[in-house]
């Protein structure tokens, strides 16, 4: 009888291996003849009765089988029905374990509970695992593969072999070849077989996998030698996907630099002004994007997606504006007074930051992702949020549109004069004042749009601002002031050089030998990476 339950099992291993993924369904009077099988004979029967089952293919059998090793399965005396049993104080409560009709009650007597041992439980689970990896859903086989990977249950093995030889999405099934190996680790097959387990693994690569292979690297013989092989192997491989990563998050750092120093690179090459009210324009761009959010939640929630593109042409305007009336209140008098400037910005940053605590309150306010925004996909090993990602990309439009504004319009061509030559300029006709008014607004118009980025990634507080103007004063002078390319250059190889000492150096000493750098690359080009041309800058 032994030899026969494992003759069925194997044949409905090899129907499920040319089976297509996708689940069957049997009429429910055969279904019942075959649930009825399981209360017929001892365990020997049952194994039988199990890998007939899974052979319908039926996504209702793994209920039933999990229902079966839970022991809710009976059999009722009277007719010897398979049936399922709750109690219900001194009775069962009975159902249909394949239709779930309700059944009535029964006394505990009229039953019979269908005893399962440990080679039941492995022949239900391989069973479950089959039914499972067979689902018609990608997820749900996905899911299953991966729970195996994380268990490596042996009897699994068997379930593996028949969903490979089945599964047609090439991405799945590298999942369950990857399972089925580390099933085959924790298994007694032969070490022929480990070692095929281990070349599989390494070949899959990832971390993954080195950890799969972390409990073998210490082991004697050819097992482990192998897998210390391929565990040295896939750190030299994540060591460079972790230089990858890094350098995407030091994109990512370089791009929000950029946004916080495009719009100073502006200001402080055309007057020449050391603006440290800088940092409270992106302030009150990303406290706008916090009052769209606010307007559309209670109004209009349906255009929550659209909130951040409605924001951004409003940050420009209430920032611009801002930044207009600093001008042409404050700094309009201070021009060629480097230290009453930086005096006079620093007063007026203080000021807005306790404004927007008397509206705002000094909490952090929430601003939300978009759901364009939100998740994270990845490429190998590398991870990659799609804030970030949207955010480089936005810095690279913002940058490109400034650099047509400033060389394809005549408000460019005066500003660009007044930066070369500011008295020449002015002989020429152009209203040097009105330009520095606009320049100034222009550059905290663009701090107010790098808010509304930042108010994805970074707390909204009355100090927001204040985390990023050291570094946009860095990023200026060390690509070359009033120079936008040396603005990008500038921000993105100190974002990348950041990210890259951090693992090393850590984040507070990082930034430490980065400042050190950049005081002694100015020593030797005081003007930066690119310095402006121009006879006035020139002397």
Same mark, same amino acid.
């Given at each position: 009888?032994?030899?026969?339950?494992?003759?069925?099992?194997?044949?409905?291993?090899?129907?499920?291996?040319?089976?297509?993924?996708?689940?069957?369904? !049997?009429?429910?009077?055969?279904?019942?003849?075959?649930?009825?099988?399981?209360?017929?004979?001892?365990?020997?029967?049952?194994?039988?009765? !199990?890998?007939?089952?899974?052979?319908?293919?039926?996504?209702?059998?793994?209920? &039933?089988?999990?229902?079966?090793?839970?022991?809710?399965?009976?059999?009722?005396?009277?007719?010897?029905?398979?049936?399922?049993?709750?109690?219900?104080?001194?009775?069962?409560?009975?159902?249909?374990?394949?239709?779930?009709?309700?059944?009535?009650?029964?006394?505990?007597?009229?039953?019979?509970?269908?005893?399962?041992?440990?080679?039941?439980?492995?022949?239900?689970?391989?069973?479950?695992?089959?039914?499972?990896?067979?689902?018609?859903?990608?997820?749900?086989?996905?899911?299953?593969?991966?729970?195996?990977?994380?268990? #490596?249950?042996?009897?699994?093995?068997? @379930?593996?072999?028949?969903?490979?030889?089945?599964?047609?999405? =090439?991405?799945?099934?590298?999942?369950?070849?990857?399972?089925?190996?580390?099933?085959?680790?924790?298994?007694?097959?032969?070490?022929?077989?480990?070692?095929?387990?281990? =070349?599989?693994?390494? /070949?899959?690569?990832?971390?993954?996998?080195?950890?799969?292979?972390?409990?073998?690297?210490?082991?004697?013989?050819?097992?482990?030698?192998?897998?210390?092989?391929?565990?040295?192997?896939?750190?030299?491989?994540?060591?460079?996907?972790?230089?990858?990563?890094?350098?995407?998050?030091?994109?990512?750092?370089?791009?929000?630099?950029?946004? @916080?120093? &495009?719009?100073?690179? &502006?200001?402080?090459?055309?007057?020449?002004?050391?603006?440290?009210?800088?940092? =409270?324009?992106?302030?009150?761009?990303?406290?706008?994007?916090?009052?769209?959010?606010?307007?559309?939640?209670?109004?209009?929630?349906?255009?929550?997606?659209?909130?951040?593109? !409605?924001?951004?042409?409003?940050?420009?305007?209430?920032?611009?504006?801002?930044?207009?009336?600093?001008?042409?209140?404050?700094?309009?008098?201070?021009?060629?007074?480097?230290?009453?400037?930086?005096?006079?910005?620093?007063?007026?940053?203080?000021?807005?930051?306790?404004?927007?605590?008397? +509206?705002?309150?000094?909490?952090?306010?929430?601003?939300?992702?978009?759901?364009?925004?939100?998740?994270?996909?990845?490429?190998?090993?590398?991870?990659?949020?799609?804030?970030?990602?949207?955010?480089?990309?936005?810095?690279?439009?913002?940058?490109?549109?400034?650099?047509?504004?400033?060389?394809?319009?005549?408000?460019?061509?005066?500003?660009?004069?007044?930066?070369?030559?500011?008295?020449?300029?002015? @002989?020429?006709?152009?209203?040097?004042?009105?330009? /520095?008014?606009?320049?100034?607004?222009?550059?905290?118009?663009?701090?107010?749009?790098?808010?509304?980025?930042?108010?994805?990634? /970074?707390?909204?507080?009355?100090?927001?601002?204040?985390?990023?103007? +050291?570094?946009?004063?860095?990023?200026?002078?060390?690509?070359?002031?009033?120079?936008?390319?040396?603005?990008?250059?500038?921000?993105?190889?100190?974002?990348?050089?950041?990210?890259?000492?951090?693992?090393?150096?850590?984040?507070?000493?990082?930034?430490?030998?980065?400042?050190?750098? &950049? !005081?002694?690359? +100015?020593? #030797?080009?005081?003007?930066?990476?690119?310095?402006? #041309?121009?006879?006035?800058?020139? @002397?």
């Amino acid at each position: 009888m032994r030899y026969f339950s494992v003759l069925i099992t194997a044949l409905w291993l090899m129907l499920s291996a040319v089976a297509a993924p996708a689940a069957t369904v !049997i009429a429910d009077a055969d279904l019942t003849r075959l649930v009825n099988q399981l209360g017929v004979g001892g365990f020997d029967e049952a194994d039988a009765a !199990i890998g007939s089952l899974a052979a319908t293919g039926d996504g209702r059998v793994s209920a &039933i089988l999990d229902a079966l090793g839970e022991g809710d399965l009976f059999v009722r005396k009277t007719d010897k029905a398979v049936v399922k049993a709750e109690a219900a104080g001194r009775e069962f409560k009975l159902t249909d374990p394949v239709t779930g009709a309700d059944l009535g009650t029964a006394p505990k007597a009229a039953v019979e509970k269908i005893r399962v041992n440990n080679r039941l439980r492995r022949t239900i689970a391989a069973a479950v695992g089959t039914l499972t990896l067979r689902s018609d859903d990608p997820a749900v086989r996905r899911s299953a593969a991966e729970a195996v990977m994380k268990s #490596k249950d042996a009897a699994a093995i068997p @379930a593996l072999d028949a969903a490979i030889a089945a599964e047609t999405d =090439e991405r799945i099934k590298v999942v369950m070849v990857a399972a089925r190996a580390a099933a085959v680790l924790e298994s007694d097959l032969p070490e022929a077989d480990k070692l095929a387990a281990i =070349e599989t693994i390494g /070949d899959l690569g990832g971390r993954d996998a080195l950890a799969m292979l972390a409990s073998y690297t210490g082991a004697n013989g050819a097992v482990g030698e192998a897998a210390r092989k391929a565990s040295t192997s896939i750190e030299s491989s994540l060591l460079l996907w972790d230089a990858a990563q890094n350098i995407t998050y030091g994109l990512s750092l370089g791009s929000v630099l950029l946004l @916080a120093a &495009i719009g100073l690179a &502006i200001t402080f090459g055309v007057m020449g002004v050391i603006n440290m009210a800088h940092g =409270e324009m992106v302030m009150i761009g990303a406290y706008v994007t916090f009052v769209v959010q606010e307007v559309i939640r209670t109004s209009a929630p349906d255009l929550f997606d659209y909130s951040l593109l !409605i924001a951004l042409p409003l940050a420009f305007l209430v920032s611009g504006g801002v930044g207009v009336l600093i001008e042409r209140s404050v700094i309009r008098w201070l021009y060629g007074r480097p230290l009453e400037t930086l005096l006079a910005t620093w007063g007026v940053s203080l000021m807005l930051q306790q404004a927007v605590r008397t +509206i705002f309150g000094a909490q952090n306010r929430e601003v939300g992702n978009p759901s364009w925004m939100s998740g994270s996909f990845t490429v190998g090993e590398l991870a990659v949020t799609w804030s970030r990602l949207w955010i480089i990309v936005f810095a690279l439009v913002v940058f490109a549109g400034l650099m047509l504004v400033l060389k394809r319009t005549p408000f460019g061509l005066q500003t660009r004069a007044v930066t070369q030559n500011r008295q020449m300029a002015s @002989a020429m006709g152009i209203r040097t004042p009105w330009v /520095d008014a606009f320049t100034f607004g222009l550059g905290s118009g663009i701090a107010g749009i790098a808010g509304v980025a930042l108010s994805q990634i /970074d707390n909204v507080s009355p100090n927001l601002g204040q985390g990023y103007i +050291i570094d946009s004063f860095m990023v200026v002078v060390f690509g070359g002031v009033g120079n936008l390319w040396g603005t990008l250059v500038g921000a993105m190889t100190l974002g990348i050089a950041n990210k890259l000492l951090e693992p090393y150096a850590g984040a507070v000493l990082g930034k430490i030998l980065l400042l050190v750098f &950049i !005081i002694l690359f +100015i020593q #030797k080009r005081p003007r930066g990476l690119f310095a402006l #041309k121009g006879r006035a800058i020139e @002397a």
